[in-house]
């Protein structure tokens, strides 16, 4: 607790601050040096992995390289909260985007395959966060967080408002998706399997709609936020965003510079974790992110298996709706298999839908535990 003398030095300082203005510009540095640095390395390692032909590369690129960079050493950081909070905010836009009218009428079409999706879902998020308290000790909610299969922008936004262990969840969830963002592509193309058709470049929001939604975000996450509701502005983002595109109210998608600036941010900021990681926090962290990448995939290629023998559906198509990977990479992996890219895109929406609600629900309840 701070005591009265320590009230009374600390208004003399900042009245010293104020007279001479160096230790105010000085703070002012030292606030911004670590985050700065921090995106610069992530800027570099967008760069890296795009000219490579990484998938996502605006992602996974600044994750790899903050990520060893504060393994070697250096001190990187994460950008103060209302740059975290805009940051946010693009990302919930981002993902809101994807929910339209086709999607939900396409979803109406497979009630036997969304059921079994579900079920996948709920058998990763029973199974998985079990073993992880039993042999990894993790509290429930990080363990839970930890096996989130999927929608990593928002299980980090998430892990940002409750008692969890941070590092790990984004160790955890860093490795999940490194594996399945890099191998999956790599074993399609293994196949042999060239694409069929090039996707189409979707246009991007006008300007003033794009900024009407943007202030709309940030004052439903500010509400959100009140209410002491997670990652209240991804969600307060990704509300505006889906009513926005469902009622027809607003078409194309955000701005490309912006969801670039936003991925690296994210990228830099899952990175930014390992900062003074040592290396047995490390090779725990990375057993941890092993089992739940392989045992989600497990899992849900057992209930592809079993709605491939329900429905005769091609087993393919299933697995690569239910993989517990991302949205952009699926996608683009059924044009290639010359797969309807509706059904595959229709079921990775529908996953991110049902984590929105099933991961607040078993977050909120550890915090009453």
């Known amino acids: ?114 059921a079994a999706l579900a079920a996948s879902l709920f058998a990763i998020i029973w199974i998985t966060p079990a073993i992880l308290v039993r042999f990894w000790s993790m509290d429930a909610t990080t363990a839970f967080l930890s096996s989130s299969p999927g929608h990593l922008s928002y299980v980090l936004g998430l892990s940002e408002g409750v008692k969890a262990d941070l590092r790990t969840v984004s160790i955890v969830q860093s490795i999940r998706v490194l594996a399945l963002t890099l191998l999956v592509p790599v074993a399609v193309t293994l196949t042999g399997q060239v694409p069929q058709q090039v996707l189409e470049i979707p246009a991007e929001t006008a300007p003033v709609p794009l900024a ?33 595109h469902v009622t027809g109210l607003v078409s194309g998608v955000m701005s490309y510079w912006l969801a670039a600036v936003a991925f690296v941010s994210l990228g830099g900021l899952i990175g930014s974790r390992f900062s003074g990681v040592t290396w047995p926090q490390l090779r725990r962290a990375l057993g941890a992110g092993v089992l739940v990448t392989v045992l989600s995939v497990a899992l849900a290629a057992v209930f ?61 309840r550890g915090r009453r535990n």
């Open 1 to 114: 607790m701070i005591d009265d003398a320590g009230i009374v030095a600390g208004y003399d300082g900042a009245i010293a601050s104020l007279q001479t203005g160096q230790e105010w510009n000085w703070m002012a540095t030292e606030t911004w040096r670590g985050p700065l640095i921090t995106f610069a390395i992530a800027a570099l390692g967008a760069v890296l992995t795009f000219a490579l032909s990484f998938p996502a590369p605006f992602l996974t690129g600044p994750a790899i390289a903050v990520t060893l960079a504060g393994l070697a050493g250096v001190k990187t950081a994460a950008p103060p909260q209302r740059a975290r909070d805009a940051v946010f905010i693009i990302l919930g836009l981002t993902i809101g985007q994807g929910v339209t009218p086709e999607v939900f009428e396409a979803m109406r079409t497979w009630p036997v395959t969304l």
């Open 212 to 244: 009407v939604m943007i202030v709309a975000a940030a004052c439903a996450g500010y509400l959100l936020a009140r209410l002491r509701l997670p990652a209240a502005y991804l969600i307060g983002g990704m509300l505006v965003s889906v009513v926005a």
């Open 304 to 364: 592809a298996v079993i709605t491939h023998w329900i429905t005769g559906m091609e087993l393919i198509a299933i697995l690569i709706a239910f993989a517990p990977g991302g949205l952009e990479t699926m996608a683009a992996m059924s044009v290639i298999l010359g797969i309807d890219p509706t059904f595959v895109a229709s079921h990775h929406v529908a996953r991110l839908l049902m984590l929105t609600a099933i991961v607040p629900f078993f977050v909120l």
